[in-house]
């Protein structure tokens, strides 16, 4: 825990935490292929894997949290049970506030709609008032800067204007909990510069940030406390750079045992005529 926030309303609390994936249900197998392995018994791997298991974690308001940490860490998982989109397979989050989710980059989009039509449709699903939406309208595409494309169906925008629209309705309702996936680095560099503006802005104003980037300068440079996740568990929690330091370093150690692991296994071409 950040003993800058100490003193604040816990925004986030996670007890026990663990999220279990089925894979079984990403297997191509007819109903006969599954009942005639019932039937033989036969021995078809784990049926299952633990994205995150046994964990716990604290999140006070105003704090900005960098998650880190190989791919298959976890990272994006831990964002999709904070934004209520995995429910926990074990153990409890109890969340205090609003959330708003920008995971991916142009998801929930309706391509056929306009840019200023998908506003609207973002609103009725994030239960925003009609009123309330008619009057950060304006302010949204003013900070998405797409111009006439406003008005064009989404599926004409290139990545970066539907970075730059995802990204401005989800940091214009305030909300109390942001979650971020790899977005502070998309658009141009002015883009960049707005983006992680508006996100120091909302952290002056008590919010929550949660980021998950493999930027990890913007960890050191943005976040007040980082988190480093490794096979669905907490290695480290505390001050970005000792984290940043710590990842590094385990990142090089891996590299050094995949590479003896590598030697070991080369094998000397045959000269010819032997």
Not at 66 to 74: D, E, R, T
Not at 86 to 93: A, D, K, R, T, V
Not at 240 to 245: F, I, K
Request: glycine content about 10%; charged content about 25%; overall charge neutral.
């Amino acid at each position: 825990m950040s003993e800058l926030h100490a003193g604040r309303p816990v925004a986030v609390d996670i007890h026990g935490l663990g999220i279990r994936y089925d894979l079984r249900l990403t297997r191509r197998t007819t109903i006969k292929g599954s009942l005639v392995g019932m039937l033989r018994r036969e021995h078809t791997g784990p049926t299952h894997f633990w994205a995150l298991r046994h964990l716990d974690l604290r999140i006070h308001h105003g704090e900005a949290v960098g998650l880190i940490g190989p791919n298959g860490a976890g990272k994006s998982t831990l964002l999709l049970a904070l934004a209520g989109i995995l429910q926990p397979s074990e153990g409890s989050i109890a969340i205090d506030g609003s959330v708003s989710t920008l995971l991916t980059l142009g998801a929930g989009f309706d391509q056929e709609l306009t840019g200023r039509d998908n506003i609207a449709l973002a609103a009725a699903f994030l239960g925003i008032a009609h009123a309330d939406m008619e009057r950060l309208t304006p302010s949204i595409i003013e900070f998405a800067d797409l111009g006439a494309f406003i008005d064009a169906p989404v599926k004409t925008y290139s990545m970066g204007m539907k970075s730059r629209l995802g990204f401005s309705i989800a940091t214009s309702i305030t909300p109390n909990i942001l979650l971020l996936d790899e977005v502070l680095g998309t658009g141009d560099q002015v883009f960049r510069a707005r983006s992680q503006a508006r996100v120091r802005e909302l952290i002056g104003r008590a919010r929550v940030v949660v980021l998950v980037t493999h930027d990890l300068s913007y960890v050191t440079e943005f976040c007040g406390r980082a988190i480093l996740l490794e096979k669905g568990r907490i290695i480290k929690d505390g001050d970005p750079a000792e984290v940043v330091d710590l990842y590094r370093k385990r990142v090089r150690e891996s590299k050094l045992l995949a590479e003896a692991d590598a030697e070991r296994f080369v094998v000397e071409p045959i000269a010819p005529g032997r």
